[in-house]
């Protein structure tokens, strides 16, 4: 798998790279700022691309602005963005883009469990939306009445929901068959009145539009 | 302040003749007399219904010439109204530029009411309340009256010191009375001083009485208290500037490098036999740098939170909110302000949610940020058991230090039982 690493930090882009390269991906490109991003994108069409949100010159957005323009001439490119902070704005501008296909938003920290992080990255390259546990457990606090009516392991399978998971994934970490869980997202849906779909990504922009206008 | 010296000084002087004021007082008259003129100009328009009702009462008149005359008077007065004022501040800075000739001192203008010295800020109301604008409407008065009767002395000696040789002359071609002659050349010579004497002291007292009405003396406490509130605003922004700096290198240098070192240490992890003693410690070391990543996280986002930089305050509280284990319902203007402005309201807004789950023991919070008239009113409102206590803490009174140097204020009210309410109040322009 190719992958394009956009990141200003030589440490933690050298540090990516390796940790990459060591679980079988292959690093066609790892650079230093959005313009340089966006030509190397260009220039190899990668399998994914992991860039971060906070980059020169500005040290704002570029890298999620570079993402959000790439994603917009090419809806299938697979992009996780890595953020230092959680940061609502930018990530629901990030999800929107090609609906919630193929598309990552995750915090630093999460790099720190190699293992976990990899996995999210390869669901994301294989078209899966990813959304940082931290998104998820925020949006959900400030939730309201309807929230409410969940049972506990109702609003666990919510969460896994908004962070992407597919039925086997949630099945997996719930320790539960999947016709249990199938039974229990049915539930929460139909509860916070969003319509029932198997496709993963659908579901997780729903449950995410949902979360945010919870306010 | 240590007056300079001016026109009216200088004439008292010894060796006033041989100096430059005589000139300066020349040219202060002669642009006096040249300034009136333009101001009749100007007054000649709003002033002409005046001069019209006076023509119509002339006699022989009728019982309408005096309603005619009336109305006309009435006109006058109100286009004098409408434009007067505006028309003496005008005339009131072009005099303050010109006082440059009649003295070396500074002429520092000072409103004393609410008129800034920029013309875009004035409103009517103010203009016809500010005591600085009828101290101009009265040297308008100056300029107009007084100072073409003194010019009109100054122009009458002027005439008789310049016609001195055609004056001889006469005498002595038509006339053959070189008598007289030497006579009309000696009054010629002697009124030379008289005349440069007379200009400086009429235009040095014209100047005393410009500088009087249009140049308030600034009080001196007045300019230090000014001075005294901008270095305290600066200091607040140094302040800021320098949390700033830190939060960027904090984020740049020392984040990156634990978000590293962690992934190092999670590599490390993978490879290690599960059961050595080395994984254990690995481990241990790993988990120590994920909470050392939230922490640093947590403690870089309270230096300088990123999201009000680039966002604003909406954005910025909305997220502290998102943050908060409080329920907290947002409802804020959108829209920018200053730096200074928005990190003051971040601040309280941050300071009173911590406070409400620190102490006030709260579930819900609503924060508000309204901006209207000039003014962002941010108020915070919880549902705990209220009872704070400003002087406990230095939270608050460091808000309120903010607040205060930024030139707003800070309320709070907090009776024992709830609920605790807190409103910052600062200037934005709108």
Redesign the interface.
Same mark, same amino acid.
């Given at each position: 798998m190719r992958v394009v690493i956009a990141e200003d @930090?030589v440490?933690?882009r050298e540090?990516?790279a390796?940790?990459l390269t /060591?679980f079988g991906f292959e690093v066609v490109a790892a650079v230093g700022d959005a313009a340089a991003l966006v030509a190397a994108v260009r220039e190899h069409r990668p399998d994914l691309t992991v860039t971060d949100v /906070?980059m020169p010159p500005g040290?704002?957005?570029e890298g999620l602005r570079a993402a959000v323009a790439l994603r917009a001439a090419d809806p299938d490119l697979a992009v996780v963005a890595l953020s #230092?902070? &959680? #940061?609502? @704005?930018y990530a629901g501008e990030l999800l929107a883009s090609g609906q919630g296909r193929a598309i990552g938003y995750l915090l630093?920290?999460h790099? *720190?469990? &190699? *293992?976990e992080f990899v996995d999210k990255l390869r669901r994301v390259a294989e078209g899966g939306t990813v959304v940082d546990p931290e998104v998820v457990r #925020?949006?959900m +606090? /400030?939730g /309201?009445d309807p929230l409410g009516r969940l049972s506990a392991r109702e609003r666990e399978v919510l969460a896994l929901i908004a962070e992407g998971h597919s039925n086997a994934a949630i099945a997996r970490i719930l320790i539960l068959t999947e016709a249990g869980v199938g039974k229990h997202i049915g539930s929460v849906l139909t509860k916070l009145h969003l319509p029932v779909s198997d496709d993963t990504n659908r579901r997780v922009l729903a449950v995410l539009t949902y979360l945010r206008g919870q +306010? | 302040m240590t007056p300079g010296t001016t026109l009216l000084r200088a004439v008292l002087r010894p060796r006033f003749l041989a100096s430059a004021w005589p000139w300066r007082g020349i040219a202060y008259a002669a642009s006096t007399a040249a300034a009136s003129g333009v101001l009749w100009l100007l007054l000649s328009g709003p002033a002409a219904p005046l001069v019209l009702a006076v023509e119509v009462l002339r006699p022989p008149r009728a019982a309408h010439h005096l309603l005619l005359a009336a109305v006309l008077g009435l006109v006058g007065v109100g286009l004098l109204a409408l434009v007067g004022p505006g028309l003496a501040l005008a005339v009131a800075r072009v005099e303050r530029w010109r006082l440059r000739l009649a003295g070396d001192g500074p002429a520092p203008f000072r409103h004393t009411g609410a008129l800034g010295t920029d013309p875009a800020t004035w409103r009517t109301g103010t203009l016809y309340t500010d005591p600085a604008t009828w101290r101009a409407v009265a040297y308008l008065l100056l300029l107009a009256v007084v100072a073409p009767v003194w010019g009109a002395v100054l122009a009458l000696i002027a005439l008789l010191v310049v016609s001195t040789p055609l004056s001889v002359h006469h005498h002595v071609v038509n006339l053959h009375s070189p008598g007289t002659a030497v006579g009309r050349t000696l009054l010629g010579l002697a009124l030379i001083p008289v005349l440069l004497y007379l200009a400086a002291a009429f235009g040095g007292a014209h100047a005393a009485l410009a500088r009087l009405l249009l140049c308030a003396e600034p009080d001196p406490a007045a300019a230090e208290l000014v001075e005294v509130a901008r270095s305290r605003a600066r200091l607040a922004d140094a302040f800021d500037a320098e949390r700033r700096r830190i939060e960027r290198d904090l984020h740049d240098v020392a984040q990156q490098r634990l978000v590293s070192l962690t992934m190092q240490l999670g590599l490390a992890k993978l490879d290690l036999p599960p059961d050595s003693p080395a994984a254990a410690a690995v481990a241990s070391a790993h988990e120590q740098a994920k909470v050392l990543m939230v922490e640093l996280r947590d403690l870089v986002r309270g230096i300088s939170p990123r999201t009000l930089r680039e966002l604003g305050l909406r954005a910025a509280v909305e997220e502290l909110a998102a943050g908060s284990p409080l329920r907290v319902r947002v409802d804020a203007d959108a829209g920018r302000f200053t730096p200074t402005v928005e990190t003051v309201a971040f601040a309280a807004v941050s300071e009173a949610l911590a406070n409400a789950v620190k102490h006030a023991t709260a579930t819900e919070a609503v924060v508000s940020a309204r901006r209207s008239g000039g003014r962002l009113t941010v108020q915070v409102r919880d549902d705990g058991c209220g009872g704070a206590d400003p002087a406990r803490g230095t939270g608050i009174t460091g808000l309120a230090d903010r607040a205060a140097a930024a030139g707003g204020r800070l309320l709070m009210s907090s009776p024992a039982g709830g609920p605790t309410i807190l409103r910052v109040e600062l200037p934005c322009a709108s």
């Amino acid at each position: 798998m190719r992958v394009v690493i956009a990141e200003d @930090s030589v440490l933690l882009r050298e540090g990516l790279a390796g940790l990459l390269t /060591r679980f079988g991906f292959e690093v066609v490109a790892a650079v230093g700022d959005a313009a340089a991003l966006v030509a190397a994108v260009r220039e190899h069409r990668p399998d994914l691309t992991v860039t971060d949100v /906070r980059m020169p010159p500005g040290f704002t957005d570029e890298g999620l602005r570079a993402a959000v323009a790439l994603r917009a001439a090419d809806p299938d490119l697979a992009v996780v963005a890595l953020s #230092q902070y &959680v #940061q609502h @704005s930018y990530a629901g501008e990030l999800l929107a883009s090609g609906q919630g296909r193929a598309i990552g938003y995750l915090l630093k920290d999460h790099i *720190a469990d &190699v *293992a976990e992080f990899v996995d999210k990255l390869r669901r994301v390259a294989e078209g899966g939306t990813v959304v940082d546990p931290e998104v998820v457990r #925020q949006l959900m +606090q /400030r939730g /309201r009445d309807p929230l409410g009516r969940l049972s506990a392991r109702e609003r666990e399978v919510l969460a896994l929901i908004a962070e992407g998971h597919s039925n086997a994934a949630i099945a997996r970490i719930l320790i539960l068959t999947e016709a249990g869980v199938g039974k229990h997202i049915g539930s929460v849906l139909t509860k916070l009145h969003l319509p029932v779909s198997d496709d993963t990504n659908r579901r997780v922009l729903a449950v995410l539009t949902y979360l945010r206008g919870q +306010q | 302040m240590t007056p300079g010296t001016t026109l009216l000084r200088a004439v008292l002087r010894p060796r006033f003749l041989a100096s430059a004021w005589p000139w300066r007082g020349i040219a202060y008259a002669a642009s006096t007399a040249a300034a009136s003129g333009v101001l009749w100009l100007l007054l000649s328009g709003p002033a002409a219904p005046l001069v019209l009702a006076v023509e119509v009462l002339r006699p022989p008149r009728a019982a309408h010439h005096l309603l005619l005359a009336a109305v006309l008077g009435l006109v006058g007065v109100g286009l004098l109204a409408l434009v007067g004022p505006g028309l003496a501040l005008a005339v009131a800075r072009v005099e303050r530029w010109r006082l440059r000739l009649a003295g070396d001192g500074p002429a520092p203008f000072r409103h004393t009411g609410a008129l800034g010295t920029d013309p875009a800020t004035w409103r009517t109301g103010t203009l016809y309340t500010d005591p600085a604008t009828w101290r101009a409407v009265a040297y308008l008065l100056l300029l107009a009256v007084v100072a073409p009767v003194w010019g009109a002395v100054l122009a009458l000696i002027a005439l008789l010191v310049v016609s001195t040789p055609l004056s001889v002359h006469h005498h002595v071609v038509n006339l053959h009375s070189p008598g007289t002659a030497v006579g009309r050349t000696l009054l010629g010579l002697a009124l030379i001083p008289v005349l440069l004497y007379l200009a400086a002291a009429f235009g040095g007292a014209h100047a005393a009485l410009a500088r009087l009405l249009l140049c308030a003396e600034p009080d001196p406490a007045a300019a230090e208290l000014v001075e005294v509130a901008r270095s305290r605003a600066r200091l607040a922004d140094a302040f800021d500037a320098e949390r700033r700096r830190i939060e960027r290198d904090l984020h740049d240098v020392a984040q990156q490098r634990l978000v590293s070192l962690t992934m190092q240490l999670g590599l490390a992890k993978l490879d290690l036999p599960p059961d050595s003693p080395a994984a254990a410690a690995v481990a241990s070391a790993h988990e120590q740098a994920k909470v050392l990543m939230v922490e640093l996280r947590d403690l870089v986002r309270g230096i300088s939170p990123r999201t009000l930089r680039e966002l604003g305050l909406r954005a910025a509280v909305e997220e502290l909110a998102a943050g908060s284990p409080l329920r907290v319902r947002v409802d804020a203007d959108a829209g920018r302000f200053t730096p200074t402005v928005e990190t003051v309201a971040f601040a309280a807004v941050s300071e009173a949610l911590a406070n409400a789950v620190k102490h006030a023991t709260a579930t819900e919070a609503v924060v508000s940020a309204r901006r209207s008239g000039g003014r962002l009113t941010v108020q915070v409102r919880d549902d705990g058991c209220g009872g704070a206590d400003p002087a406990r803490g230095t939270g608050i009174t460091g808000l309120a230090d903010r607040a205060a140097a930024a030139g707003g204020r800070l309320l709070m009210s907090s009776p024992a039982g709830g609920p605790t309410i807190l409103r910052v109040e600062l200037p934005c322009a709108s």
